[in-house]
């Protein structure tokens, strides 16, 4: 399979360890796009508006490489959760979450400006947690402070032992759906 030059427009490490594991090589080039969460769309159209701004400002520095946006948001009773501003918000967050289900969307983009290619797409993945009590709530934003995680926790740390059930692409939970992902990727360096 043929490779095209490959970008992460993307410091997430959970993102860059993901796609490290499907052997791919790539650069990680951060977007500097400013998520607005007062921004009123659907939940799926969020992520994924979010996903192509990320791309597209690296994209347009560098347009002879493939670039990877991705966004990934929590929803729960129909509101938008990102990453938690500080560990009140973050710990608000969970008891919300706690013994209820909510939906984690990633939006993704791929492009490739010099070919004009812009492939936009979502994952979703529903997730149950347990009840959890306030001082596992408490004991885990001390220990693992999951400020850069949307909805305030990673399923791949501890707060594995408090996810019930998982409805969909574990990966996207992660923050990125690999194999949604993957399929796309193939169909577009296919064309090369």
């Known amino acids: 399979m043929n490779q095209v030059p490959l970008i992460l427009a993307s410091g997430s490490p959970r ?11 790539f650069q990680v080039i951060p977007s500097d796009i400013y998520e607005d969460f007062s921004l009123r769309l659907p939940s799926k159209d969020f992520a994924e508006h979010f996903a ?3 791309a597209h400002s690296v994209a347009n520095q560098f347009p002879d490489r493939l670039v990877i946006g991705a966004d990934t948001i929590v929803v ?4 938008i959760l990102g990453k938690p501003s500080n560990k009140e918000e973050g710990t608000e967050m969970l ?3 706690s013994g209820k289900t909510h939906t ?6 791929l492009e490739l400006k010099d070919q004009k290619i812009c492939e ?3 994952e979703e993945t529903r997730v149950t947690f347990q009840h959890l009590s306030k001082n596992e709530i408490q004991n885990y934003i001390e220990t693992y402070n999951p400020l850069d995680k949307a909805g305030s926790y990673g399923i791949q740390d501890w707060f594995s032992v408090c ?4 409805n969909g692409c574990y990966y996207n939970v992660v923050g990125f759906p690999l194999s949604a992902f993957y399929q796309k990727y193939k169909a577009i360096i296919s064309t090369f």
């Open 15 to 25: 993102r860059k360890f993901l796609l490290k594991q499907i052997g791919l090589d």
């Open 95 to 97: 008891s919300w979450l």
């Open 163 to 166: 996810v019930k059930k998982v």
């Open 52 to 54: 192509k701004l990320k």
């Open 120 to 122: 936009i797409f979502s």
């Open 104 to 109: 984690v969307i990633t939006g993704v983009c």
């Open 76 to 79: 729960f009773n129909n509101k």
